[in-house]
């Protein structure tokens, strides 16, 4: 038995030479009713469609870099769940709240803003409290990824042009990663 597109009863077995039964509804009215749906759907997304391409025109280059700037720390705090504080060492159980913690500041170093190796999940207290703990920090880049990882953030070079192109492709990106990781975490809860 099928069920009706529209309405979701089931459809009795009929002669399927009435054009509405074999594409799928119960009735002649459910199939126009069900296409008038479909086209007011279509019309709202186009419009919600113009309203955001409206809203992205008038944002500003720094409102640009503040979204991606969150959506990049979202993807941090995903990457690093479940690792130590990388300044402190205190483990991530959940129950205390978690920043994105830059090693080289974006203040003074905005070409490594978006460095996903200058980025690194840290305890609120260290983050917010201890200004990084700079120093501890260092000390768990060392122990995390060798003693070329603060040497190459600390000589990297000194310019970068943020486009807004360059902007829209980062936060595509970051997003994809972020999905991933989400389906990841789900796959391992399920085993």
């Known amino acids: ?25 119960c009735s002649l009215d459910h199939m126009v009713d069900y296409a ?4 007011v759907e279509q019309r709202e997304r186009q419009q919600r469609k ?4 409206k809203k992205n025109k008038l944002k500003t280059k720094s409102d640009k870099l503040r979204e991606l700037q969150t959506i990049v720390n979202q993807y ?4 690093d769940q479940g690792l130590p504080c990388i300044s402190c060492g205190k483990l991530d159980n959940g129950t205390h ?9 974006v203040g003074s170093n905005s070409f490594l803003r978006f460095n996903t190796h200058n980025i690194h999940a840290s305890c609120a ?27 190459m953030l600390e000589t990297a070079p ?33 085993l």
């Open 76 to 79: 941090i705090r995903l990457r």
């Open 158 to 190: 000194r310019s970068r042009a943020y486009t807004d192109e360059w902007i829209e492709r980062a936060k595509a990106i970051f997003r994809r990663k972020i999905r991933l990781y989400k389906r990841l975490r789900h796959l391992q809860e399920l």
């Open 1 to 25: 038995m099928r069920k009706c597109r529209f309405c979701k009863t089931e459809i009795p077995p009929k002669k399927l030479s009435d054009k509405w039964q074999a594409a799928g509804f």
């Open 125 to 151: 207290q260290c983050n917010t409290y201890k200004s990084g703990a700079i120093g501890d920090y260092r000390i768990g880049l060392i122990q995390r990824y060798g003693v070329h990882m603060p040497e």
């Open 36 to 39: 008038k749906q479909k086209a």
């Open 50 to 53: 113009v309203i955001r391409e």
């Open 97 to 105: 709240q978690r920043h994105a913690s830059h090693y080289r500041s």
